[in-house]
């Protein structure tokens, strides 16, 4: 049988990161790298934890970050060394890589945004502007040349913001869809950086805003004013992970319920919906097998094939 997905049914791993030629295991006292052509371990870290990882193929540097301790770990493939950098906060978001993969991009919760030098691991603050935001959701945009931010703090759902390369200010802008104020709760940029896809929350009055429903999913070409978009689908929040994961013009998510869509973007409309009878974590597309992996923490894997 195939090792990989003897290892996901054997070891049932809560939480999980794919790359190219290996993927990420997430484990409460480590983190374990194994090949993702056979199954095989390539390496154990200890790093526990893990909320996010990045990797630079440029520089075959994986950097890791904690959401136990909230330290930022860089793993260099080369010397097989593992250092541990600095903290950013205890939280599920915080890095993402430039598009050139040479620089990383750390934002901790209440506005410190740092740079960090792949090749060097030399650190830079990029801006200390906006600490009263809470970041949410974030990213390089090499069209427009800056970098974009979902934030919102205990005033604002959500507000867009770009900062060019320099650290600048180009964008602040509150989100809205049909000049309702929305949460944003988990974003990614199209594959063309000309779509956003968002999950949201709407809110109906001032006092709060309604879970009627809870939770849509939508795509449009602005991320700061929804107002010519295509609503993908409505849902009630069950308690699970909000995410979203991309292949190609194709998109897995859940809106935390027990259902795991998958979304064709070109087409804007749902291709498969999978009841999993459970909430999940994350799910991973794997090409080669034409196969979505889906973890719902660590009880469960479910290997979902011919998903495309």
Not at 20 to 30: A, D, G, H, L, Q
Request: net charge neutral; charged share 25%.
């Amino acid at each position: 049988m195939d090792g990989f997905i003897l290892y996901m049914k054997k070891r049932k791993p809560p939480y999980f990161f794919f790359f190219n030629e290996f993927v990420v295991f997430r484990y409460s006292k480590k983190t374990e790298i194994v090949n993702r052509e056979n199954g095989t371990l390539i390496t154990e870290l200890k790093v526990g934890d893990v909320s996010e990882a990045v990797y630079s193929s440029k520089h075959t540097k994986l950097f890791l970050k904690s959401i136990s301790n909230g330290y930022l770990y860089v793993f260099d493939f080369k010397t097989k060394e593992l250092k541990k950098l600095f903290k950013i906060a205890e939280c599920d978001k915080g890095i993402f890589l430039s598009n050139d993969e040479n620089t990383l991009v750390a934002y901790a919760i209440y506005g410190i945004i740092q740079t960090v030098s792949v090749d060097t691991l030399e650190t830079a603050l990029l801006t200390d502007e906006r600490t009263q935001y809470f970041f949410l959701d974030a990213w390089d945009n090499p069209l427009l040349k800056c970098y974009e931010f979902f934030c919102c703090n205990s005033n604002i759902l959500s507000l867009f913001l770009r900062l060019d390369y320099s650290g600048k200010i180009i964008a602040e802008e509150l989100v809205t869809l049909d000049g309702h104020e929305v949460r944003c709760l988990c974003s990614k940029p199209g594959a063309e950086k000309n779509l956003y896809m968002s999950q949201c929350r709407i809110k109906i009055n001032a006092a709060d805003y309604k879970r009627i429903p809870d939770s849509v999913v939508i795509i449009s070409k602005s991320p700061d004013a929804y107002d010519h978009t295509d609503i993908i689908l409505k849902g009630i929040y069950a308690g699970g992970c909000y995410y979203i994961t991309q292949y190609r013009n194709y998109v897995f998510l859940s809106i935390g319920d027990e259902n795991i869509y998958v979304i064709d973007i070109d087409e804007k409309r749902i291709l498969k919906k999978y009841e999993i009878a459970s909430t999940t974590t994350i799910a991973e597309y794997d090409p080669k097998r034409n196969i979505l992996f889906v973890s719902t923490g660590g009880g469960k894997v479910h290997i979902l094939e011919d998903v495309l």
